[in-house]
């Protein structure tokens, strides 16, 4: 492997010298705009009790170099005598809208006071935009709409914190967690809880939500959530969760997050004391296939014979995205994206219009996929319905510092078949040194800046707390291709396909169709 190989790395927010730090980021991804919202908590301390409001930087995506605006609070997410916590944004291809839901959370109460003494002090509230981050309507307050009766038997509740999601038939969903009362002033304690993920969801592109079942079994905390394809045509939705007992939990649903089915233990994905939030995202695998079998196509993780080279087909779905691409191996340049800063361009996708606001209320109208950076409905006469058996499978990346003993060394891992716990290689650590709480993004870069195939190559971002010597001093920006994951992936790798791509690349053979 040689040295160690960190992505470049962009502060966005820093401790002041007044004290005030900035915690819990939050990053979404806009396609159309080629556009980042990064988002945080300002804090007057590093103390939870002492959130103030939420602050936002907008980035702007050149060619593979983002221009960052200034810093700037959103003085319109907030209520009165209510700190601002938790940013959870959520972007509805749909329409247009841009969802950012928050907690507000009364006075200094803490969150450990709550979870004591039973006595909620949080409000579930929204702000939106419909142009992209630009500005923002005014804070709604839906606690009593869509929790109810309900909120009489959580001691406390918070959103995610990071990004929420849109599956495929509009549902918007917002990963969640609550301390459920299960008895007061029992054993001589004030109040006995513990704490269940679930999600927030809408079907009516966000005029109306609701809450699903909690996630049973074991305790989960903070969490965020997948849409998983699998090759069969099944799906289901993934959750990552943060737990209190020394690994991470996860748990599937079949109903797109309603009803949840037992969560697990993730031993290969261990968690500090008392845990840490991680992020997951999800994008679609690179296709192989094996030249003595060309029509026995699969995802990367099916054996492969050792005399074989996987191929990287160029006969593609719009979703069948190929990160690892010609680019990965014939164009080194395109390899790191931190070793590219390109002169300032017209940023990629502008020419792409969102959805206008007009759309609102507009319920299953689609903005077409030339018009969106290529996020729409597939199209079914790109390829022959006899070209592929199953479709195109995602796979998981997962960030979270990598220690057992505290929150440090932020590293990424990889999932190919994600509702297998054992499925998690080893991790690339991207910081080493003090981190905590991270969210991730994924980008399809467009082939124009990395290819002249026509095959577009793929990016993630993550923004994640880090410091010198403690993990809340700065909130900091990196990118990177799936070909940095994979080649910086440790050597112990238990999936047969990446295995055999990940020795033939650093054999130094090309694999790719010429």
Not at 108 to 132: F, H, W
Not at 337 to 351: A, V
Request: net charge neutral; charged share 15%.
């Amino acid at each position: 492997m040689g040295s160690r190989h960190f992505p470049a790395r962009t502060v966005l927010f820093e401790r002041e010298p007044s004290g005030v730090t900035y915690r819990v980021p939050a990053l979404l991804y806009i396609p159309c705009v080629a556009k980042l919202l990064a988002f945080a908590e300002e804090r007057l301390s590093i103390d939870d009790a002492q959130a103030n409001l939420l602050v936002l930087r907008q980035g702007a995506f050149y060619r593979n170099y983002v221009e960052w605006e200034d810093m700037r609070a959103l003085d319109t997410a907030t209520l009165k005598h209510h700190r601002s916590m938790n940013p959870c944004p959520v972007y509805d291809e749909f329409t247009g809208i841009v969802f950012l839901f928050f907690i507000a959370v009364l006075g200094k109460t803490p969150e450990a006071y709550q979870i004591i003494t039973g006595q909620n002090a949080a409000r579930l509230c929204y702000v939106s935009s419909s142009d992209q981050g630009q500005s923002w309507s005014k804070a709604t307050d839906v606690t009593q709409t869509v929790i109810g009766r309900s909120i009489a038997d959580w001691a406390t509740f918070a959103l995610g914190p990071g990004h929420g999601i849109q599956l495929k038939s509009g549902r918007l969903l917002l990963p969640a967690y609550a301390y459920h009362i299960d008895c007061k002033e029992c054993f001589g304690k004030l109040c006995k809880t513990t704490p269940h993920s679930f999600t927030f969801y809408s079907d009516d592109h966000g005029q109306s939500w609701r809450f699903g079942e909690c996630i049973p079994s074991l305790p989960s905390v903070e969490c965020q959530m997948v849409s998983v394809d699998e090759e069969d045509g099944s799906n289901v939705l993934y959750c990552n969760a943060r737990s209190p007992l020394g690994f991470r939990v996860q748990a599937l649903s079949m109903d797109d997050g309603a009803v949840f089915h037992y969560g697990q233990l993730v031993q290969k994905l261990v968690e500090p004391p008392h845990g840490c939030h991680g992020s997951v995202i999800g994008f679609p695998a690179p296709l192989f296939y094996t030249p003595s079998s060309p029509h026995s196509w699969g995802r990367a993780p099916w054996p492969i014979n050792g005399s074989d080279c996987p191929l990287l087909s160029r006969k593609i779905t719009r979703h069948s995205y190929l990160p690892l691409s010609e680019v990965a191996v014939e164009n080194p340049a395109a390899m790191s994206l931190g070793s590219q800063l390109q002169s300032h361009q017209e940023p990629t996708g502008s020419n792409k219009p969102c959805p206008s606001s007009s759309h609102h209320g507009t319920h299953g109208a689609m903005p077409s996929a030339a018009s969106c950076g290529g996020q729409g409905q597939p199209d079914p006469g790109a390829v022959s319905k006899s070209t592929f058996l199953f479709q195109t499978p995602t796979w998981v990346l997962y960030s979270h510092p990598t220690s057992s003993r505290s929150r440090v060394d932020m590293g990424v891992y990889l999932s190919t078949f994600p509702r297998d716990a054992d499925s998690w290689t080893e991790p690339w650590v991207i910081y080493e040194g003090p981190s905590a709480y991270s969210d991730l993004a994924y980008i399809e870069l467009p082939y124009s800046e990395f290819s002249a195939t026509g095959i577009p190559a793929m990016a993630f971002a993550c923004l994640y707390e880090n410091g010198m010597r403690s993990p809340y001093e700065q909130i900091s920006f990196s990118m990177f291709t799936l070909y940095e994951v994979i080649q910086n992936i440790p050597l112990k790798v238990t999936s047969p396909g990446l295995k055999l791509l990940l020795d033939k690349k650093r054999r130094g053979r090309s694999c790719v169709i010429t």
